[in-house]
């Protein structure tokens, strides 16, 4: 089956260090997105990617990185700079330019301890 | 720019009766629309799109929504609901020649017994 997998679905993090969040997609989209889900404020864009080797800034990207080295992987650094991580992260693929829907995965429960 | 206001951030109704769920967008170009539900700790699931075309669109699980250019609105409708469509519904644009969604900040629809 398609879909993306996001891994690991909790993670616990103590302050001051980094962490990466996986996320791989298996239906050939060009564009994928991370996005920060915070209660009551809904999906802040974090970063996203047009295409292998490029990627913009979203809203809140101050305190992560990324990189877009293989189509189907996209991974999240929330690094030590980022002030508070804790968080649901959500990533999304597209086909790509807007014309079509996002593609969710299920999310990862960042926690910092 | 684009944006999306969903001004209820909350909505209860009895299991049976109908349901509206508001969603307001503004964009200087032509826009896609889509809503989204997400269970507890789940990504995002696709309900229904906007592309173009027909005005109403109809969804998943019974719902439907109508795309109204004039009043630059987009209300979820379902004539009926169950228990299960409790769950948090989110509103998205994005628009021609742009790779990026906008969410608003979503709805939480609590159906009661």
Redesign the interface.
């Known amino acids: 089956d398609g879909g993306i997998t996001q891994s690991p679905k909790y993670l616990f993090r103590k302050e001051g260090q980094n962490v990466t969040l996986s996320c791989e997609q298996n239906l050939n989209h060009d564009a994928m997105y991370w996005y920060r889900q915070d209660p009551g404020q809904g999906l802040r864009l974090i970063y996203y990617s047009q295409i292998v080797n490029d990627f913009q800034k979203g809203d809140i990207a101050e305190g992560y990185s990324v990189s877009r080295e293989k189509k189907e992987s996209f991974p999240l650094t929330v690094t030590s700079a980022q002030k508070n991580p804790t968080a649901f992260y959500l990533c999304a693929s597209s086909i790509g330019v807007g014309r079509r829907e996002a593609f969710f995965g299920q999310g990862t429960r960042l926690t910092v301890v | 720019a684009q944006s999306v206001t969903?001004l209820d951030?909350q909505v209860p109704v009895f299991e049976e009766a109908p349901v509206e769920l508001r969603c307001n967008y503004s964009s200087s170009v032509s826009v896609?629309l889509?809503w989204?539900v997400q269970y507890p700790?789940?990504?995002?699931?696709?309900l229904l799109?906007y592309?173009s075309g027909s005005t109403l669109v109809k969804g998943i699980n019974g719902f439907e929504a109508e795309f109204n250019k004039s009043q630059t609105s987009f209300h979820l409708r379902k004539p009926s609901v169950h228990i299960s469509d409790t769950a948090e519904y989110?509103c998205?644009v994005?628009?021609?020649?742009?790779?990026?969604?906008?969410?608003?900040?979503?709805t939480r629809l609590k159906v009661l017994a």
């Open positions: 969903q951030s896609y889509f989204y700790n789940q990504g995002l699931q696709l799109k592309l989110f998205a994005s628009g021609e020649g742009t790779y990026k969604y906008i969410f608003g900040t979503g």
